[in-house]
């Protein structure tokens, strides 16, 4: 999986927050040296840097590893954070936006020797055991990422970011301490110059990429592209998904410094330029876009504090078919993609349920065109990718969850058809790649990316055999630590592969 260096900001509210006695404060830790004892801390103004330099430090020593970076970090600059309103389900999203990518795949096995690790644990259980809505025996992680807080709060916190309660405030006097801690990396990556055009596509796009300084877009045969239309009125964006078809992308954008209440969702036509301002979603419903004529919705209705049920509606042409209701569950995460993708021929659609009790996800495919209406159950499997299914329709690109010594995930193959799901084949010499699948590239081969430092390699990739080809290699243009990923228009490429080349750089 990719790593990204975490913004000094959101290290700050993380630091801020171990101080805070709503939230359990003054926090008091431990963790396991190098001879296995425990050694003990709290965190107080008198030391509160050091804490800060130490967040920091593992995150960048997990990025440098992962993309083998050995450039300089911009030094770690202590300070109080702009806001000091967060929640304590934003605080929580934080701890777990830092975790993902500060820690290293082999980090459970050696979870109490991270100090940094142990920090945040301890800060979830203040956090949460400080809380009366919250029992830490019963509150799960899938719990806790249902809770319509949680999703509307910031993914990552930087300046700027708002909390769901903060009314808009003048930016504090900010007590600046420049720590020095003599062996700790404390430096974030400087900006890579890469040129790149501003503007908009000449036609729908094959894909996109986003990162916290834009948004890119491919313009077939010429390159990347910088949108500027999203930012026209000076707003805050994020949440950026494109459409199958490649010309259309949605995203939620909101005054910087204001309320949430002041969120629009919007789509932007990427030839025309037209922005759009969608309806926002009803109370306690999620709506997923499969492209003209396709739709699904997801409601929620609360049981009880711990319990909800899901209903799904799936919409084709206007007919609308309903799903039977899934009972304390969440919808799979796909990072790099829709949660409810349909296939290209709007025969099929596929979506994946979480359960409160159990670790291994129902990836659910229905027959939209069935007579009676009818569906097949794959347990352990998740979507992946914005391309997840193949042309034909027939086959999947799915993560698997096994039980082995440990809980064991892999990318695979599900063949709906023949209802067999094998792993993606990985040659020896690309054992050590990070590679990210983004989905079918035809009925054989799927589309995927490496990153190398400042570099992105697209690939075809034939899941049988593992073979690799080249289809376009091109510059970074932003930080690659700012890079939060690549999304496909299986639409466009499916169609025309050879809309993926051009403009290398």
């Not at 965190?43 to 804490?51: I, Q, S, Y």
């Not at 990422?145 to 949680?150: D, H, K, R, S």
Request: glycine letters at 8%; one cysteine or more; hydrophobic letters at 35%.
């Amino acid at each position: 999986m990719s790593k990204s260096l975490i913004h000094h900001e959101h290290i700050r509210v993380l630091v801020w927050a171990g101080q805070q006695a709503r939230f359990g404060g003054p926090l008091r830790w431990g963790h396991h040296d190098l001879q296995g004892e425990i050694v003990e801390q709290q965190v107080g103004a008198e030391n509160a840097a050091g804490v800060g330099a130490m967040l920091v430090a593992q995150n960048e020593a997990v990025f440098d590893e992962r993309h083998d970076w050995d450039d300089e970090h911009e030094p770690y600059e202590h300070t109080d954070p702009e806001r000091q309103e967060w929640s304590a389900v934003e605080v929580l999203k934080a701890i777990d936006h830092y975790l993902y990518h500060s820690l290293d795949d082999e980090a459970s096995d050696t979870i109490t020797t991270v100090n940094a690790a142990m920090y945040c644990h301890a800060l979830r259980l203040g956090i949460v055991t400080a809380d009366p809505r919250w029992d830490p025996a019963t509150l799960t992680a899938d719990l806790l990422v249902a809770l319509p807080e949680y999703e509307a709060a910031p993914l990552e916190i930087s300046p700027g970011a708002t909390p769901a309660a903060g009314a808009p405030t003048k930016t504090r006097a900010r007590k600046r301490a420049l720590l020095s801690v003599q062996d700790t990396p404390t430096r974030r990556a400087t900006v890579a110059r890469q040129r790149t055009k501003t503007g908009r596509p000449g036609g729908p796009v094959p894909w996109m990429m986003s990162g916290m300084d834009g948004v890119w877009v491919w313009d077939p045969g010429k390159g990347l592209v910088r949108l500027d239309d999203p930012f026209a009125d000076g707003r805050n964006c994020r949440e950026w998904l494109l459409s199958p078809d490649g010309r259309h992308v949605r995203y939620v954008a909101s005054p910087r410094g204001m309320e949430r209440v002041s969120t629009e969702r919007r789509c932007l036509d990427l030839v025309s330029g037209e922005v759009e301002v969608e309806p926002d979603f009803p109370a306690k419903t999620q709506v997923h876009h499969g492209g003209p004529g396709l739709q699904a919705r997801v409601h929620y209705t609360q049981l009880e504090m711990y319990h909800a049920t899901a209903a799904v509606t799936l919409e084709r042409d206007g007919e609308i078919r309903e799903l039977e209701p899934q009972f304390a569950v969440t919808l799979g995460l796909n990072y790099t993609g829709s949660p409810i993708q349909f296939s290209p021929d709007r025969r099929w659609a596929a979506l994946a349920f979480r359960s409160r009790s159990n670790p291994f996800s129902q990836l659910d495919v229905v027959d939209l065109s069935g007579k009676p209406f009818s569906g097949l159950s794959h347990y352990g499997l998740e979507l992946r990718g914005s391309g997840s299914f193949s042309p034909s329709g027939i086959k999947l690109l799915v993560e698997r969850t096994q039980q082995g010594r440990h809980l064991e995930q892999d990318m695979c193959v599900c063949d709906t058809l023949q209802q067999d799901t094998r792993p993606i084949t990985v040659l020896p010499e690309h054992r050590t790649q990070a590679i990210e699948y983004l989905g079918w590239l035809d009925d054989t081969r799927l589309l995927a990316y490496v990153r190398e430092k400042r570099r992105v390699s697209v690939l075809a990739v034939d899941p049988r055999s593992g073979e690799q080809e080249e289809i376009v290699n091109f510059g970074m243009p932003m930080n690659s630590g700012n890079f939060h990923g690549i999304w496909m228009a299986p639409g466009v490429v499916q169609a025309d592969p050879t809309t993926l080349q051009g403009g290398s750089a």
